[in-house]
């Protein structure tokens, strides 16, 4: 069962656009929501993360919108740059759950020139 | 500060062996997490340890175990190995495991089975 849908698989956007992934979720007790950023080779790391009771949280480039009603939540790119091709993952973790973070399954950025 | 480290990073093991996997999580974290990614199925949660005690376990067969040392260094096991364990797994750390401690995942160890 996926808990975590993510959309779309793969995306490829020009230099200085703007790049968003969505997740949508379906359980209500999930109350933590990271993004993660992978690149080849390497482990995931934490790129943003909000909790429901808020609608948006940015970081510098980087933007995650929740909708709590639609049990939804992206992240925009703002200015994308080449550095950002990596894959992206969205995530949720509920309280003493059992499954600590549940992935979506990703979604591959291509930044080109 | 270093990061969360795993050896090996690559193994290559045959149908039937087991395999051990290490984890050195970053200094003063104590709960220990491990991930398996493939392509087919993402990444899904194996287990986590904190204070040397399994606190939570996904859905994988008693194939897969672990246990973490008083140093918070981790350790997991695959016997009877099969195909489909060839996977990219992960071990992240996180100072308690509370909800929102961040998870700073290692490298990764790639384990292929033949």
């Known amino acids: 069962q996926q808990q975590v849908k993510q959309s779309p698989q793969s995306l490829i956007v020009q230099k200085g656009g703007i790049s968003i992934i969505n997740c949508a979720y379906e359980n209500t007790a999930f109350d933590y929501f990271p993004w993660y950023q992978q690149f080849p080779g390497k482990g995931p790391a934490l790129l943003i993360a909000i909790r429901p009771d808020v609608s948006e949280k940015k970081e510098g480039r980087f933007t995650i919108s929740f909708n709590k009603s639609a049990k939804q939540f992206s992240l925009h790119i703002m200015d994308s740059q080449p550095g950002d091709s990596a894959t992206y993952f969205c995530?949720?973790?509920?309280?003493?759950?059992?499954?600590?973070?549940?992935f979506g399954t990703g979604t591959r950025l291509q930044v080109f020139p | 500060k270093a990061g969360v480290t795993q050896t090996p990073r690559y193994l290559i093991k045959t149908r039937g062996q087991q395999v051990t996997l290490s984890c050195s999580p970053i200094?003063?974290?104590?709960?220990v997490s491990w991930y398996q990614q493939t392509p087919g199925q993402g990444l899904q949660f194996l287990f986590e340890y904190f204070s040397e005690t399994q606190r939570n376990k996904g859905n994988f067969p008693g194939r897969f175990s672990g246990r973490q040392f008083s140093n918070s260094r981790s350790e997991m096991n695959v016997s009877t190995l099969e195909l489909g364990d060839s996977a990219l797994y992960l071990c992240?750390?996180?100072?308690?495991?509370?909800?929102?401690?961040?998870?700073?995942f290692g490298p990764g160890t790639r384990l292929t089975v033949l």
């Open positions: 995530a949720a973790s509920r309280p003493y759950n059992t499954d600590k973070l549940i």
């Open positions: 992240a750390s996180s100072l308690q495991g509370a909800l929102t401690d961040t998870q700073y």
């Open positions: 200094s003063g974290h104590r709960s």
